[in-house]
Every structure is written in C-alpha cells, then in structure tokens.
C-alpha cells in the first residue's frame, strides 16, 4: 500500500531532493554511497525500476495517481509519495513536471572501465561533453543504433543527471555506461579496441571506408560541443573520420553527429 502524503509545507525537509538540492549535492562526490538522482517521468522511471534502481522517494500530481502513475506506485512499495495540484508542484519546482511526476532513486556503484568493455565490440567515448541535453540524446542514439557502451571522460555531463536522463527517454537505464578516470586513450586501447577521432580534419577516412567496419573492436571517440576533440586526442586516436556534408555546412551537433557516427558504425546485426 502506498504512503500518499499530500504537501501543506513547501518547506518541509523531505522535499529538499526535489526543490532545494542541486544535481551536484545529490550526486555527493563525497560520500557517493549516498548519491542519488531524479528520475522525470514515468517512462523513465520504470526503465530506472527495471535496471534495479531504489526509489526513495516520489512527487506526483495528484491526477496521475489514478494515472500514468498508478502502475509505478503499484510496484514502489511503501516508500512517501508526495503529492499536489499541477499549479502548486509548479510553484514548488519552479518547472513543469514532465507527465507530472518526479521519482527520487539511489545511485548504483558504477562498473570499473573493463568490466564495461568486456565482450563488447561498438563502444563511444564521450570527451567533455558538459551540455546534458547532449549527453542524453548520444546515449539515447548509442542505445538505438547498435553501440555497446558509453564511457564518459571527466567533464562531461552525468548521464544521470535529470534532463539528460529525461532526453535519452531512459535508455541511460537500458545501455551500460561509466566514466574514465582520465582523459587518456591507453587503457581502451590496451583493451583491444581501434579508436576513432571524430573531428573535422581534411587528411581522414570516411565514415564508409570498409576498413572501420572490418575492425573487431572499435571505439568511437566524440568531442566537446563548438571545440570538438583536442589535437591531443586526435593524433593519440588510430582513426580520424569526417562526416561528409553538403551546401556549404560545416558541422554538426554532436549529438546529430553521433547518430550518424553510430549508423555507420555500429553493430550491424543488432539493427532492426
């Protein structure tokens, strides 16, 4: 049976993960063990419960509890389920919730960067990649087009943090991924892997060369957003590879780029 508990008191303490704590308090670099994370919506909440993620906590308009909420309450146990008319939780939030309803969940202990690439063959490398709406959307697009594994160097987004959990529609559940401890390609390449810059540079293959295709294991490496990928990076890469364009355009998005990379170069047999 649920604990439905209706909001008198915006400022009640059990409220702070909702209105008060910023995506970086609740992350808790310091004691990660206690981190935690919203999950928006009700797709991606249950794509969250699915994986194995503890809700603690819930915050709802009250029309979803019969709504598109009622079948995530009905497996969320007895954990508070705070809830309120749309025009208060606005208030509350200062935003309006998507398909009105929050989900508080514990984080998990990330896996260690080999036990991410263990048996996998399509792997992303994501180089400080900071917008969240980005990182959403490229793990959203890794997840679709055939790519294993998202691994992510220090400075890019969290895949969990609320809006680009919310963009990837949840698939940051549904495909694994952790962070680098470091911005060097040594340890994927000790791993087997060929890496591959995607950057604008005229001495590149093309995303089609058969090459790419015919290597065993194949890490795709994309850049920061308006700067792309470092020099650095570039020359330690074992590929470098531009997307083709046409009337005079010059780039991409990352995000649109990586959903051409990942077309191309993606595990074919996974594509439906």
């Known amino acids: 049976m649920n604990n439905i508990i209706e909001i008198t008191d915006f400022q009640a303490p059990e409220l702070d993960v909702y209105a008060r704590l910023s995506e970086v308090q609740l992350l808790n670099r310091e004691f990660p063990e206690k981190g935690m994370f919203i999950a928006e919506s009700p797709k991606v909440i249950e794509r969250a419960l699915d994986a194995g993620y503890e809700a603690v906590s819930c915050l709802m308009e009250k029309k979803h509890i019969e709504g598109e909420g009622k079948s995530i309450l009905e497996r969320i146990g007895d954990i508070p389920v705070f809830c309120a008319e749309f025009d208060i939780l606005t208030q509350l939030t200062g935003f309006k919730l998507t398909r009105g309803m929050l989900c508080a969940m514990r984080r998990k202990k990330l896996p260690t960067v080999s036990e991410i690439c263990k ?41 969990l943090y609320r809006r680009a959990a919310r963009v990837s529609m949840g698939t940051v559940f549904q495909i694994e991924w952790t962070f680098l401890p470091d911005d060097s390609l040594a340890e994927i390449k000790g791993l087997g892997f060929k890496t591959v810059a995607m950057a604008l540079k005229d001495n590149s293959l093309s995303i089609n060369d058969p090459e790419l295709n015919a290597e065993e294991k194949l890490a795709v490496v994309m850049g920061t957003e308006g700067d792309g990928l470092s020099d650095q990076t570039i020359s330690d890469c074992d590929y470098t590879v531009k997307i083709p364009m046409y009337h005079g355009v010059d780039s991409l998005n990352v995000a649109a780029a990586s959903a051409v990379a990942f077309y191309a170069l993606g595990s074919k047999q996974k594509l439906s």
């Open 119 to 159: 048996d996998k063959s399509r792997i992303v490398i994501l180089d400080k990649v900071m917008n969240p709406t980005n990182v959403g959307a490229i793990i959203r697009s890794a997840a679709a087009l055939g790519m294993d594994a998202v691994l992510l160097t220090p400075g890019c987004s969290d895949p």
